[in-house]
Structure formats: C-alpha cells, structure tokens
C-alpha cells in the first residue's frame, strides 16, 4: 500500500474551486495579493524544517515548463519550487512543440490539461500565454512575457518587505527602460498603495493605455525624465537592462546613458534605500559594480525570493490560499 501523503499546512486548501491562472497582477485585488505573498513567506520560513513536511501541496503532480528563451532564475526557481513542494517539474522547450504553429495553441492547450496538473511558461508573445490560459483546463502561470513579468514584481515585494517593512506607503523609483517588470510594477503600485516614480526617456514613456489603468485603480505614479528627481528620498531604487530580451542593441543604449544608477544617483535616494535589480545585469551600462555590490544591494535576495515567491503562486494556483 502506498504511504500516505502528508497533511497539508492550515494555510492550504484541499482543492481549488476553480482553475485558477496567474497571469497579471492587475487581475488580482490587493487583499489576494497579500494572501499569495503571505503563504510564500510561511513556507520560506519552515524550508528544510520538520514543519516543511506540510507544505507539500503538489505531492504527486506535474507542472509542465515552457520555456521560448534561455533561462537561468525563471527555471531553476520553478524546478526547485516544485519539487520542495512535492511535485515533478517537466522542462519543454519551445523549439520542442512550436507552440502555435504545427497546432493551434487552444489544441497544445487542451493537449496538456490531460497529461499534466499545471503549466508555466515563458515566452515573448503575451497574448499567446492568455490564449493558453483560456483554453487550458489546469493553472496557467505566466512565468515572463514581452509585457508583464508578475512572478518577479511579486518576488521584488517580497524582498523589499523583508529589508523595509510594508511596502505600502513607501517611495519606489524606477531609472531606465519601460518594460515588462515596469509594468508589472505599474499594476502592484494599483493594488498594494505604494508611490512609484518613474524616470525614463520622453521616448520610451509607459503606453497611455497603461498610465489610463493606473489613473483609474488609484495608482499613485508620477512620470518624468530625471532620475535625479524620481530616486529623491526614496526607499528603492531599481532599474532593469536597457536592451530587454527580444530587443535589438541600438539607439535605446545612447537615450538611457543618463539613466545609469551609480553611487551618486543612488546617494540620493533615502538613507538606507535598497537597489534591485532582476538580473541579468550588465554591469557598467545600467549599473555600477559599485551599486551592485555595495551594501545597499538586494540583487541577490531579490533573486532568491523568485523561489519563495512563486511557491506562493503555486500554493495559490493549487488551492492552498484564500484571500
């Protein structure tokens, strides 16, 4: 006879009601929000403790992972996640099954509700991840697309609660590219009641449609072109590469020179500001060896939270929290 699983945390449900997708932050309410960052922080808590024992949700399930581009964090931290929380994690690449093109994507979809519990993917196209989630019959997780990168913003709030207290109420600057974890970053600023400044070239100002939605949910985030004024007094400061994966190298890098977080640019940011960065960085465009080194530096526990907080994500996806 087969050893019994174990009896799982308080914190989880038995079933989920419905399939649950994590897509996008903004389909979610703050309060749900915080249930998912709340659950990732418990179970990081109890890691390689005999409490851990309970938190093995996915005990007997597969969660395909789709992966379009190279990954390192996005990857491992799925890998890992899954198999502390009982499952087996199935790596496939997008070369593999064309997601798209030898079949529909609605055909992949129902395909792989048969044969696994969960699906994760990467890839560029973020209305080719919502199509799979629509006709997907298990949770869809956007792992990263051109436009949003949810389960890192979730990590990056995760990181800076553990250094700074609640995020809510506090000033977070962003110097740089607008991209897909800005946007991200956009949609938490709706939900968790946090400031967020941007600075960024004229050019590569936040789509209206984006800056309409922010408006419109409450968002307190102001736009303009100096670094020197966004990171003023505030309590993180974070930038991202200049040339985002699917970008060609090129005018971008003369517009956001400016843009560069240093030591001086940092230096005006509250006392004991934090940095982050998702990685990877390229070290002496975007960011200083000295910032990403430096004492002030969150890089690193940043993409340690990748694992915690998409443990919350699963927990979720699987039934295991309630707002």
């Known amino acids: 006879m087969p050893n019994k699983a174990p009896p799982l945390h308080p914190v989880f449900a038995k079933e989920a009601p419905v399939t649950r997708h994590f897509l996008d932050l903004s389909d979610f309410s ?41 990954s390192l964090r996005t990857r491992v931290s799925f890998d890992v996640g899954i198999r502390e929380l009982g499952g087996s994690p199935m790596m496939v690449t997008g070369r593999e099954i064309e997601l798209g093109e030898r079949e529909t994507i609605a055909d992949t979809a129902k395909v792989l509700s ?8 990467r890839m560029l196209d973020h209305d080719a991840v919502v199509e799979m989630a629509k006709y997907a019959t298990v949770p869809v997780i956007n792992g990263l697309t051109k436009r949003q990168h949810p389960c890192q913003v979730m990590a990056d709030v995760m990181t800076f609660e553990e250094r700074k207290g ?38 590569l100002a936040p789509p209206k449609g984006l800056l309409d939605w922010a408006k419109k949910h409450g968002a307190r985030l102001s736009v303009g072109t100096r670094p020197e004024a966004a990171v003023e007094g505030a309590d993180c400061v974070i930038t991202d590469c200049w040339v985002s994966m699917g970008d060609e190298e090129g005018t971008r890098h003369n517009l956001l020179r400016p843009y560069q977080v240093d030591e001086r640019l940092l230096g005006r940011a509250g006392k004991d500001a934090i ?42 996806c699987f039934g295991g929290v309630g707002a």
């Open 114 to 121: 048969r044969y696994v519990d969960a699906i994760m993917i």
């Open 166 to 203: 609640s995020i809510k109420g506090k000033r977070i600057a962003w110097t740089g590219d607008t991209n897909n974890v800005l946007t991200s970053w956009i949609h938490a600023a709706g939900r968790l009641d946090f400031e967020l400044a941007i600075a960024t070239p004229e050019e």
């Open 30 to 70: 703050g309060a749900e929000l915080r249930a998912i960052l709340r659950a990732g922080e418990e179970i990081k808590a109890r890691r390689r403790t005999p409490a851990a024992a309970g938190d093995r949700l996915l005990e007997g399930k597969v969660v395909a992972m789709i992966f379009e581009q190279p």
């Open 275 to 316: 940095f982050m960065h998702c990685l990877p960085a390229s070290r002496g465009e975007e960011v200083t060896d000295q910032v990403m080194d430096g004492p002030q530096s969150a890089v690193f526990d940043e993409a340690e939270n990748r694992l915690h907080a998409q443990k919350g994500i699963l927990a979720w």
